[in-house]
Nanobody, 126 residues
Framework: QVQLVESGGGLVQAGGSLRLSCASS????????MGWFRQAPGTEREFVAA????????NVADSVKGRFTISRDNAKNTVYLQMNSLKPEDMAVYYC???????????????????WGQGTQVAISS
């Protein structure tokens, strides 16, 4: 069983940076895809970025491309989301998710993930 715990959220000024972490309590296999999603009040949960656990390949949403970077540390069973040049529209609850079998081309499909974390709040002050 995989349990995901996010951390690293908080309040930051526009233009600032945050690094989110997602730690897994269960073993992650090379077939897993790890994703980050976010949800602002009154909106649907939207895809941010994903990475294959067994490879360096990533998929990053156009809205954050060039500002956000997803990475992983296999030894620590942890996925990271480095967020730079934050904008007010980035404010949301950020969720980590894991899928046992999912290609990166389908990573934005939130219904295909098997495990979800509780989320971590990111607030941006302008």
């Amino acid at each position: 069983q995989v349990q995901l715990v996010e951390s690293g959220g908080g309040l930051v000024q526009a233009g600032g940076s945050l690094r989110l972490s997602c730690a897994s309590s269960g073993r992650l296999f090379s077939s897993y895809t790890m994703g980050w999603f976010r949800q602002a009040p009154g909106t649907e949960r939207e895809f941010v970025a994903a990475i294959r656990w067994g490879a360096a390949a990533t998929n990053v949403a156009d809205s954050v491309k060039g500002r956000f970077t997803i990475s992983r540390d296999n030894a620590k069973n942890t996925v990271y989301l480095q967020m730079n040049s934050l904008k007010p529209e980035d404010m949301a609850v950020y969720y980590c998710a894991a899928s046992r079998f999912l290609g990166l081309d389908r990573a934005p499909e939130r219904g295909r993930y098997d495990y979800w974390g509780q989320g971590t709040q990111v607030a941006i002050s302008s």
